[in-house]
């Protein structure tokens, strides 16, 4: 868990800063697009039975251009986000690795072209 800070408003208050600014407004619609539409791909991820798979299609989300994805984070919090033990989810990624489908140095992973998604 991370520390977080929390901060209270009334709701005539925000909304009455909607009312007087729309890049406000537009912002705050794109940060709860952007919260629902992750939400609704980790449910899509959850849903995938083998934890292989669901390892890849993660990494696939994740990955930028080149097909490299670092985690900040540990790597016990992301198999947690995914539903997964940290075993199982070390023994996919490993898997995964074995296979040829993912390079992996520590917490930089790198899918190959084989298996990035097409863009």
């Not at 939400?39 to 990955?63: D, G, T």
Request: with cysteine; net charge positive; hydrophobic share 45%.
């Amino acid at each position: 868990m991370e520390q977080a800070a929390v901060a209270s408003c009334l709701k005539t208050e925000v909304l009455r800063a909607f009312g007087a600014s729309p890049t406000l407004s537009l912002a705050w619609i794109e940060h709860v697009t952007q919260q629902l539409h992750a939400a609704r791909a980790l449910i899509e991820l959850r849903n995938i039975r083998s934890a292989e798979e669901r390892v890849l299609q993660h990494l696939r989300l994740r990955a930028d251009a080149e097909g490299k994805v670092v985690f900040k984070g540990r790597l016990l919090d992301v198999a947690a986000e995914l539903g997964l033990t940290h075993e199982a989810y070390y023994r996919a990624l490993a898997g995964l690795v074995r296979s040829g489908a993912v390079g992996r140095d520590r917490r930089q992973m790198c899918l190959r072209p084989s298996v990035r998604p097409s863009m």
